[in-house]
């Protein structure tokens, strides 16, 4: 079957947020007198918010409401926001814009799969927002990755199969999310050491030749 469409994964892919998310989950570990570095925080990528502040306050023992967990997660977010309303196309990944648009020029389908709630307002500020046919985003999900769900909703968006679909991704939990939902995963950064990862890539520009190769392939 041949492959038309391609979801990406937001940040780490696309863009670059994770120091931004680092400095607001810090700020709320640090107020619960909770340890927080670098090693937490790369176990948090790819996971929703408040499955992430499961992780964070399991660092410690103490047990709170879910209206305080909520409360909590909240404060995070408008931090993290606070951040993000500052950012611009200097955030975006080398290559990202040229990506875009060989992938459009070659009739790909693009779709943005991403467990933030917060996709809308990183594509609006990076000016990525006109390049994609549509956005699946932790808003329209219940459950986070690895489960498949944002893909499988970006895949129905896009009208198109997962068999029919590539997904982009730079996090170990993204890649078996795509392959649980039957997508070819492609995988750069972290992703690369990823055991279920169909092909790897060190840099965005090497995608729209990738996207070429499989279809003459297939």
Not at 70 to 77: C, D, L, R, S
Not at 113 to 139: M, Q, W
Not at 161 to 180: L, N, R, T
Request: net charge negative; charged share 25%.
């Amino acid at each position: 079957m041949e492959m038309r469409g391609v979801i990406f994964d937001l940040d780490g892919v696309l863009c670059h947020t994770d120091h931004y998310h680092y400095l607001a989950w810090k700020a709320l570990a640090e107020r619960l007198g909770l340890p927080f570095d670098e090693r937490v925080n790369d176990r948090l990528r790819g996971v929703s918010r408040m499955d992430s502040l499961e992780i964070v306050l399991s660092l410690g023992e103490k047990q709170f409401t879910q209206a305080e967990k909520e409360q909590m997660a909240e404060g995070k977010n408008r931090r993290y926001r606070s951040f993000l309303e500052q950012m611009g196309p200097e955030a975006l990944a080398p290559g990202a814009v040229d990506v875009l648009r060989d992938l459009k020029a070659q009739g790909w389908k693009l779709a943005v799969g991403s467990s933030s709630k917060n996709a809308p307002l990183i594509l609006e500020r990076t000016g990525l927002e006109g390049y994609f046919d549509t956005v699946a985003d932790g808003s329209q999900i219940t459950r986070s990755k690895p489960d498949p769900e944002v893909f499988l909703l970006a895949a129905r968006k896009l009208n198109l199969y997962p068999s029919e679909c590539i997904v982009v991704e730079d996090a170990v939990a993204g890649i078996q999310a795509a392959k649980a939902g039957g997508f070819f995963a492609v995988g750069i950064g972290d992703a690369t050491n990823a055991p279920e990862v169909d092909y790897s890539i060190s840099a965005l520009a090497e995608l729209p030749i990738l996207c070429q190769k499989l279809n003459t392939a297939g």
